[in-house]
């Protein structure tokens, strides 16, 4: 996916790139306890669920099965009629999007056309469809990469790898913002710049800095 930003910026124009996770992030994801009251409606004891599912979970990350076939196995393993499995879908919709992080939201929003901006986020099959609805991220930045789609998680250093690609960037020239340290880490470690994402103000500051930085370094043309 890409898209016209601020007039049609290449790569010639700016090298610096900002990229951001989603979760936690973009948006506000605390936990609901949703997964405790299934367990306690079904009479479960607590962790079954987790317990029963994490294989799903991990295919439904990396994209090897489709959302119908995550809700048949819902269906099968927990024991679930169709309305309990798409009641149960729902819970689990509700906190994996959590409500939109309006104020870092709309400061991206205000970088378009000052440098490249994109989107890496470990996701669940599903997810652009309902994002995009929800949050039109996809009018936000020129490329989201998610891990469902290429089949692959951070901090696997060929994530960061596929990003920079899809952005046309160095890593070098690429802040990377998450709300997890091992991907802060791993972005580092792939030769990224990296933030670990505290609160609005603090990462405000810091993509502040990195675009002033890549403005004022040598052989690099200004932004703005």
Not at 96 to 109: C, F, H, K, Q, S
Not at 127 to 148: C, G, K, M, N, P
Not at 173 to 185: G, Y
Request: glycine fraction near 10%; aromatic fraction near 6%; charged fraction near 20%.
């Amino acid at each position: 996916m890409s898209m016209s930003m601020g007039g049609g910026m290449g790569t010639s124009e700016t090298a610096a790139c900002v990229i951001l996770d989603i979760g936690g992030v973009l948006e506000m994801t605390p936990q609901t306890g949703w997964v405790q009251r299934w367990e306690a409606r079904l009479g479960l004891p607590p962790g079954t669920v987790h317990e029963r599912m994490r294989d799903v979970w991990q295919a439904g990350c990396v994209g090897s099965i489709s959302e119908r076939e995550v809700r048949d196995q819902v269906a099968a393993r927990l024991d679930l009629g169709t309305p309990q499995v798409e009641a149960f879908m729902a819970d689990l919709w509700a906190e994996y999007l959590g409500t939109p992080n309006e104020e870092l939201i709309a400061y991206v929003r205000g970088l378009r056309g000052r440098c490249r901006l994109g989107i890496l986020s470990n996701s669940f099959v599903g997810a652009r469809e309902r994002e995009t609805a929800l949050y039109q991220f996809d009018e936000l930045v020129e490329q989201i990469v998610y891990s469902h789609e290429i089949g692959i998680e951070k901090p696997d250093p060929r994530a960061f790898e596929s990003t920079c690609a899809r952005l046309s960037v160095r890593p070098q020239d690429c802040l990377f913002v998450d709300d997890v340290a091992v991907n802060v880490e791993g972005a580092r470690a792939a030769g990224m710049q990296s933030h670990l994402f505290e609160d609005n103000a603090g990462t405000i500051t810091r993509v502040t800095a990195h675009l002033a930085a890549c403005a004022v370094a040598p052989g690099r043309p200004p932004l703005g």
